[in-house]
């Protein structure tokens, strides 16, 4: 089982590939649009709010990070602009 790094933009770029879904994470977390976070284990956790609310988690696993949404979007993509702004969060404060 991973344990969850502290993570800087160096690390986020690497996890989130897409510059554009970052960014837009970045502006949620920004506009206090996760509540509920919380962590457990190797799992980051959150609700974001959209059209919906919607269920967010951050897996950290021996072979890799994976982003969890149930929004549209996170089927078609590794990380949504939920999962992104869930880690973002993360980067900005690891110790909460």
Known sequence: MAEIPKLGL???REI?????????????????GLAHLAR?????FADAAGSSTYKVQILFEDKGVRGR??????????????AAALLVAWSNAPDA
Do not use: N
């Not at 989130?16 to 206090?32: C, F, S, Y």
């Not at 457990?40 to 980051?44: R, S, T, V």
């Open 40 to 44: 457990y284990e190797h799992k980051l």
């Open 10 to 12: 160096k690390q986020l």
């Open 69 to 82: 949404c149930s929004c549209m979007a996170a089927r078609s993509r590794p990380f949504c602009k939920h």
């Open 16 to 32: 989130v590939t897409d510059a554009g879904e970052l960014q837009k994470g970045a502006r949620i977390v920004d506009d206090g």
